[in-house]
């Protein structure tokens, strides 16, 4: 991965962390917190939805929407986990 690629992946995970955490209120994990959840989410929802054969298309937008969804779903899980 050259470093454009790097930073492309950091911004649609800043994003979507962002959006997970104003949409998800209360799972927020600060700006670098919602990066982290934001890139990993976007790995979650890449492996989750082809398989359940949701698909959102391709480009900088189709990722955004991807990773939020990812991002979304993995705020709710460590949500009720924190609340165990």
Known sequence: ???QSLIVFLIVGL????????IVRGGGFGMIGN???GVIGAFFAGWLLPRLGFSVGGGFIASVVNAFIGAAILLVVLRVIKRA
Do not use: F, N, S
């Not at 994003?15 to 104003?22: D, F, N, P």
């Open 1 to 3: 991965m050259d470093g």
């Open 15 to 22: 994003v979507a962390g962002w959006l997970a955490g104003t």
């Open 35 to 37: 990066i982290v959840i």
